[in-house]
Nanobody, 121 residues
Framework: QVQLVESGGGLVQAGDSLRLACAAS????????IGWYRQAPGKEREFVGVISLSGGSTNYADFVKGRFTISRDNAKNTVYLQMNSLKPEDTGVYYC??????????????WGKGTLVSVSP
């Protein structure tokens, strides 16, 4: 089993930056890919981006390209989501997830419990 714990959420103003962290524990050697997802109030959860833990390749949803960056620190078993130029529509609960396949973000093995990001106008 793998446990994922998100941190770094909070209340910020539009235009600000925030960095989220996803710390993995347990059988981390079984992890191949970490993804970030978010769920806005009243909406379904959506894909934000993904990183390969081996090669470091990343892929992002169109609505965050150029603003969000995913990175990893394998020594710390931690993946980061750097969010810049935040907008009110970025408000939501952000989740990290363990995926078996980099190219298929629809299949998730493990979910974290999420961290809340609130962006005020």
């Amino acid at each position: 089993q793998v446990q994922l714990v998100e941190s770094g959420g909070g209340l910020v103003q539009a235009g600000d930056s925030l960095r989220l962290a996803c710390a993995a524990s347990g059988r981390t050697s079984s992890l191949n890919t970490i993804g970030w997802y978010r769920q806005a109030p009243g909406k379904e959860r959506e894909f934000v981006g993904v990183i390969s833990l081996s090669g470091g390749s990343t892929n992002y949803a169109d609505f965050v390209k150029g603003r969000f960056t995913i990175s990893r620190d394998n020594a710390k078993n931690t993946v980061y989501l750097q969010m810049n130029s935040l907008k009110p529509e970025d408000t939501g609960v952000y989740y990290c997830a363990g995926l078996p396949e980099y190219r298929n973000p629809n299949i998730v093995q493990y979910w974290g419990k999420g961290t809340l990001v609130s962006v005020s106008p």
